[in-house]
């Protein structure tokens, strides 16, 4: 059984940086893509990056340049390295999986696994 648990997140100002890490365990293979999502209140779910399979990165445009996505393959955890962080980056960030697909896009229905979720809040 596929598992994702979110850790890492908190309160930072304005500026400042938070890593967000996700523990993913219960893959059958080397095949799968593990992404980021992010949810403000009253806000729809959107993406924030994904790492494909075969090692290629997709970033939402809005924190391109200022967040890194990379992963610890040994340890099976993801790392959402976030710097310059800003007001509007607050919300519910969710670790996803797709145990299948060698690359897929950022979309939210591309991806059936989910982890429970941490929040990041950034202060002005």
């Known amino acids: 059984q596929l598992q994702l648990e979110e850790s890492g997140g908190g309160s930072v100002q304005a500026g400042g940086s938070l890593r967000l890490s996700c523990t993913a365990s219960?893959?059958?293979?080397?095949?799968?893509?593990l992404a980021w999502f992010r949810q403000a209140p009253g806000q729809e779910r959107e993406g924030v990056g994904v790492?494909?399979?075969?090692?290629?990165?997709t970033y939402a445009d809005s924190v391109k340049g200022r967040f890194t996505i990379s992963e610890d393959k040994e340890k099976n955890v993801l790392h959402l390295q976030m710097n310059n962080l800003k007001p509007e980056d607050s919300g519910m960030y969710y670790c996803?999986?797709?145990?299948?697909?060698?690359?897929?896009?950022?979309?939210?229905?591309?991806?059936?696994?989910w982890g429970q979720g941490t929040q990041v809040t950034v202060s002005s």
């Open positions: 996803a999986a797709d145990p299948d697909s060698i690359r897929v896009p950022l979309k939210r229905d591309y991806f059936e696994n």
């Open positions: 219960g893959f059958a293979d080397d095949v799968y893509c």
């Open positions: 790492l494909n399979s075969d090692g290629t990165t």
